[in-house]
């Protein structure tokens, strides 16, 4: 009996001895498989290797400032601009957080320096003229503009700047909305400057901003911002039936937007249509307790019906 017992425990252990190696070969392959570099990973392997990388740490900076994490990436553009204080893409994106950070003479230094040590720098410029624009130095903003266009006819951001300028500097909506056509035509998914020809055109009550906001929805279906702002464009063009269909498409999709709760409210007490309405002022109240509109607009549906 021991040795049958020996012999049992004998093949038991050779039958784990072959197996075991597969079995650990088989649990290193989904490790291995499971384990799956991230951007951040191969960046900070390719740092690693070479400390020096200023092209590496710039996009490394970029991406902890993607994520929101500024110290970090402040940290890899001072490293960056240690190694070569002159490196165009370091200094561009340095001006840029020294903004958020209100330093933004330090921002206005870096992109001018850049502009001198990189004469065609288009970016660089372009910043600059953004901060002058921001301080309502529009003529200095203009130059940069123009200077970078001569550089960079292509360059829609800069079309798209001259717009605003032109509308904040000289009121002029029309010549705006050229240049701002210009950008998107240029870059026919540019979301910015598609709406802010959606903006201009509806403060005139312009139905063509309908079609840049379907422009967008068809960029990004479903977007709430601009589902609202279409629903507003209606409703200021007392177009109830689209105003409803846009607002009840943004409660489907968002059910605590409160601004378009109010909005199926009003536009229901406007068509006295008491019943809904009495239903989207209480609700839009669920979602912002502290709306006084949806009270007056709950009361006033209340009194429409006789009941005080």
Known sequence: MPKAWIA?????????????????AAVDGVSVAAVTLTPMDSLNDAIQANPNDVPNLVK????????????????????????????????????????????????????????????????CRLKLAELYSIVFEYDKALQLIDEALAIDPDAALAYYLKGLIVRDHKSDTLRALAYIQKAIDLEPTYWEALDMAAHLYSLNGSSIAVGYYQRMLAINPGDGATLYKLGMFYLGQKDWNRALEIFTESVERYPNDAESLYNLGFIHLELALLKPAREYFPRCLQVNALNYRAYYGRGFTWERGGDL
């Open 8 to 24: 049992g425990l004998g093949l038991a252990i050779a039958v784990w001895s072959c197996s075991e190696p597969a079995s650990q």
């Open 60 to 123: 490394r900076g970029r991406m902890h400032f993607q994520t929101a994490n500024l110290p970090y990436a402040l940290a890899d553009i001072k490293a960056a601009l240690a190694i070569d204080s002159n490196d165009h893409d370091a200094m561009v994106f340095m001006g840029e957080l020294m903004i958020l950070k209100n330093r933004s003479r330090t921002s206005k230094d870096l992109w001018q320096r850049c502009i001198d040590v990189h004469p065609e720098s288009v970016p």
